[in-house]
């Protein structure tokens, strides 16, 4: 027993915060403290940067605004830059062609006239299941393409219609016409693998791969309706930056602040695009067309679609009702430009994204619908950031 209970007395103290001595227990509570009071204070600091992470780092130069969100800062370019705020903010509007703009109807742009003209491809492979009118399914093979238009909006975002981004196919069975939308497979195993961007063309009929970018996101707005076609509009985000030159600029839009832009009625406004030339035409321009249209009241757009739910804080009635021009299928996604002042410069702004018509391209009387991008600032500059 006398040895037993000796052994336990020389045993060490299982915690080393109790020493014998008083000075080394002092010594040991007050490091402990300070341990604490370094936690604490770090998680103070991390909970506050955290909140405004804005204060931690440094905006571009051509960026002045920042919101701070839980742990990320956004640095917003200011009004006529675009870009990620942080590492570049890029003038947008910039032409170094001139546009040959004075003739009213649908010409040929000049060559790389509007150099945020973005050509937006769609083609796809594969089996589809189509829904016939007795109830059954069939499996159809077909290989089909698509074109839309679309604009750059900065060094890795393209702009354009949700329409455009369906992957909507027309398949033919039996001598009928179906729609279905294209499925996954191997050789398109995303949306995205489905589409392809090409910047600085003036030409689709010689498109290089150098000048094609391949798609890393498609963003289509969350609330598209296929039935109204309200809330038209697609972010899509490219695999990789664009390095900008004299045939590929960025198209200005309107400033993140205002909702509704641009107002007033009868403001002229150009539209551009490589879709058919008129009702009648059989195959697409090879150039790029400009068409001089007008932006109206929403009134004269009453009869198109009439039985269609409309939004006039969303979208832009415009066309040229007197001398019956238009766009037409293949241009969607396209740009509505007006010229206003952007930093003191007068500058062509991309207001609009052809939408729909009524089924009849051209004709007097017969304006078009376009999406209001200046409705959608927020959600765009939220897509870029995702
Ligand atoms: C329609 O477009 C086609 C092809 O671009 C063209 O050859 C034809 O002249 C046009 N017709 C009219 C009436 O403008
Ligand atoms: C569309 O408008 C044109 C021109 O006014 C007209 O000729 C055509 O019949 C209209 N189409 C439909 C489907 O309403």
């Known amino acids: 027993m006398k040895i037993n209970s000796e052994i336990s007395a020389t045993k060490p103290s299982p ?10 227990q002092a010594l040991c509570i007050s490091s402990i403290i300070l341990g604490f009071l370094i936690l604490i204070i770090g998680i103070i600091l991390i909970a506050l940067f955290g909140t405004i992470p804005c204060s931690l780092i440094i905006c571009h130069s051509k960026a002045s605004k920042c919101i701070n969100h839980p742990f990320r800062a956004e640095c917003i370019c200011d009004f006529g830059y675009q870009g990620d705020g942080l590492h570049y903010c890029d003038e947008c509007g910039l032409s170094f062609a001139e546009k040959n703009l004075k003739i009213i109807g649908g010409i040929d742009a000049a060559s790389n006239s509007w150099p945020s003209a973005a050509y937006l491809r769609f083609f796809y492979e594969g089996d589809v299941a189509i829904q016939l009118e007795d109830g059954s399914t069939a499996s ?21 219609a949700a329409h455009c981004l369906q992957a909507m196919l027309k398949v033919t069975y039996n001598n009928k016409e179906y729609y279905s939308k294209a499925k996954i497979n191997s050789k398109f195993p995303s949306l995205e693998s489905m589409y392809l961007i090409f910047l600085g063309i003036n030409d689709i009929s010689a498109l290089t791969s150098s000048q094609a970018y391949s798609i890393k996101k498609i963003y289509n707005h969350e609330e598209y309706s296929g039935s109204t076609l309200l809330n038209d509009i697609a972010v899509i985000k490219l695999d990789d930056e664009v390095v900008l030159n004299s045939n590929i600029q960025l198209a200005c839009v309107p400033d993140f602040s205002k909702k509704y832009y641009p107002t007033g009625v009868n403001i002229k406004s150009w539209v551009i695009g490589w879709g058919f030339t008129n009702q009648s035409a059989k195959t697409l321009p090879n150039l790029l067309q400009n068409l001089n249209v007008y932006i109206y009241d929403p009134s004269v757009c009453s009869d198109v679609g009439s039985e269609v739910e409309k939004n006039w804080n969303s979208q832009i009635c415009a066309g040229d009702i007197v001398e019956g021009k238009s766009a037409c299928n293949g241009d969607s996604g396209g740009s509505l430009f007006v010229l206003d002042s952007v930093q003191g410069k007068n500058k062509f702004m991309s207001v609009g994204i052809v939408s729909y018509g009524n089924g009849t391209c051209g004709g007097v009387d017969n304006p078009q619908i376009y999406t209001r991008i200046s409705y959608f600032g927020e959600w765009i500059q939220s897509k870029k950031f995702s």
């Open 15 to 24: 915690h080393k915060c109790f020493p014998k001595s008083k000075p080394l």
């Open 140 to 160: 159809v093979y077909v290989k089909q393409g698509g074109l839309c238009g679309g604009s750059l909006i900065d060094r890795k975002h393209v702009l354009t």
